[in-house]
């Protein structure tokens, strides 16, 4: 799977493809210079899937042919809105098990 097509038909959704049906809705960000993923766009007719990468922190639509690893999709509207619990966030929760064990 190329991972450019994703950002490709995320980047193209309101230029290259009329919206048609506009059923599926998907937040974007990403190399589409939406940082905060929570930009909501309607997906062409051929994209019947959100997806997500965690480790470029990019959303947008794909169709479910470009569904494999490490990208990850799902169905239903704005259903990519998860928010990443990569090794960040298990810092974060050691370090405060370790200050609550040393506050007691």
Known sequence: MDLRFGVFS?????ILFPC?????KCYTCGLTGHVSCTYITSCPFMMDRCFYYYNL????????IGCVSPISCC?????NN??????SMI???VSSAIITLFTL
């Open 75 to 79: 169905e239903g509207d704005l259903c």
């Open 91 to 93: 810092l974060l929760l």
């Open 20 to 24: 048609i049906a506009c059923g599926l």
């Open 10 to 14: 995320t980047m193209c959704d309101s």
């Open 57 to 64: 922190t990019l959303k947008g639509c794909q169709n479910s």
């Open 82 to 87: 998860a928010i990443p619990t990569g090794p």
